[in-house]
Nanobody, 123 residues
Framework: QVQLVEPGGGLVQAGGSLRLSCAAS???????MGWFRQVSGKERDFVAA????????VYADSAKGRFTISRDNAKNTGYLQMNSLKSEDTAGYYC?????????????????WGQGTQVTASS
C-alpha cells in the first residue's frame, strides 16, 4: 500500500550540491527512513538513516560531514542533502522505510523502497 516517490537527482559538477526527496504515500507508521546507493553490478550500499521519532541520524563514513538526512513527519517526507559531491558519489539513490528497526544499514531490514533516482557528479 505504501509507495515512495523520489523526485530529484540529476547531473551536477563535482563539488556541487543536490537535495533528494522521498515522499511516502499511504500510512506508514515507520520507524526509520534510510538512503542507499547502488552502482550497476554492485551491492546496494548504506548512506544514511534517520529515526522517524526524534530525528536521530546515522551516516556511512562516506557520507559523514557532507550529507545530511532529515525528515518531515507531518508530510511523510524524507530528505537527503548532499554537499561537496564527488564523482565517487555517482550512483542510483534509493530511499526506504523500515517499520520496526531504526538506524539499520542492512537492506533486508527495510520494508518499502523507492524507485531510485540517478545522481551523477562529474569532474
Amino acid at each position: 500500500q505504501v509507495q515512495l516517490v523520489e523526485p530529484g537527482g540529476g547531473l551536477v559538477q563535482a563539488g556541487g550540491s543536490l537535495r533528494l526527496s522521498c515522499a511516502a504515500s499511504g500510512r506508514t507508521f515507520s520507524s526509520s527512513m534510510g538512503w542507499f546507493r547502488q552502482v550497476s553490478g554492485k551491492e546496494r550500499d548504506f548512506v544514511a538513516a534517520i529515526r522517524w521519532s526524534g530525528g536521530r541520524a546515522v551516516y556511512a563514513d562516506s557520507a559523514k560531514g557532507r550529507f545530511t538526512i532529515s525528515r518531515d513527519n507531518a508530510k511523510n517526507t524524507g530528505y537527503l542533502q548532499m554537499n561537496s559531491l564527488k564523482s565517487e558519489d555517482t550512483a542510483g539513490y534509493y530511499c526506504a522505510l523500515t517499520l520496526g528497526v531504526v538506524h539499520t544499514a542492512a537492506p533486508r531490514n527495510y520494508d518499502y523502497w523507492g524507485q531510485g533516482t540517478q545522481v551523477t557528479a562529474s569532474s
